[in-house]
């Protein structure tokens, strides 16, 4: 079900768009603090992207190695279906914060505070961002700010019990953000008002939930037969 979940994993990180535009704007913002009027600014944007999706793309590839290494010394099923049902309660919260009926995924952003206050500062070194690799590193460590839909995405990425998939899935995820905080302006404007719609929310958090479930019932008739 590695497919269903990075399509699940892209949507919420794409219905999430106001989440992550509140949470980021303001590394849009001081991106373009100080430029130049006559300078493009969609390089750096584009830079400080690929930092942001490259650093959730790490985390992924490190979570899923790090339960790789524990499945290759346990070795059990139990283990196994474990994080796969892992996995499917996380969609099942996901699908709920979408669809505007829980913020549970938001409280997980406390667990990285305090990280954060110790990679934070650094970004200041790179600040105003005149240059590509300057944006690329704002995005880099921006990309480990403290954000609940990371944080669950992340736990997806540690259920896949693979280095490979655990990167894939967040790719998936922050690919999926990527309309929101490259289209700034009156484009993701538009784009976000559509996404913030009631019925758009809620058909897509109870697609993500069905995923989910299903995923369960899947483990469940497996372990049954």
């Known amino acids: 079900m590695l497919e269903i979940n990075w399509l699940a994993l892209f949507v919420v990180g794409l219905l999430g768009g106001g989440h992550c535009v509140g949470m980021c704007g303001g590394v849009v913002t001081a991106l373009s603090f100080g430029l130049p009027a006559s300078r493009a600014r969609w390089p750096l944007m584009v830079a400080y992207n690929l930092g942001r999706v490259g650093s959730y793309t790490l985390v992924g590839a490190l979570l899923g ?3 790789q290494g524990g ?3 346990a070795d059990f099923a139990p283990l196994r279906w474990g994080l796969f049902v892992a996995a499917q309660l996380i969609l ?3 699908g709920l914060y979408l669809a505007g009926l829980s913020t549970l995924v938001t409280r997980f952003e406390t667990l990285g505070r305090p990280f954060w206050r110790r990679v934070q500062p650094f970004i200041a070194r790179f600040l105003p961002v005149r240059k590509l ?3 690329l590193a704002v995005g880099a460590l921006w990309g480990w700010m403290p954000c609940g839909l990371v944080y669950s995405a992340s736990l997806s990425a540690l259920a896949s019990g693979s280095a ?3 990167a894939s ?3 998936a995820f922050g690919l999926g953000t990527l309309p929101n905080l490259l289209l700034m302006g009156a484009f993701a404007d538009r784009l976000k008002t559509l996404l913030q719609r009631r019925a758009v929310r809620l058909v897509a958090g109870l697609s993500v ?3 989910g479930v ?3 019932l899947h483990a469940a008739l497996t372990h049954i037969a």
Do not use: E, N, Y
């Open 92 to 94: 099942i919260a996901l």
């Open 169 to 171: 899935l967040m790719l």
């Open 133 to 135: 690799g300057q944006a």
């Open 71 to 73: 499945l290759s010394m």
């Open 65 to 67: 190695a790090l339960a």
């Open 164 to 166: 490979l998939k655990g």
């Open 209 to 211: 939930l069905a995923l």
């Open 214 to 216: 299903a995923g369960l």
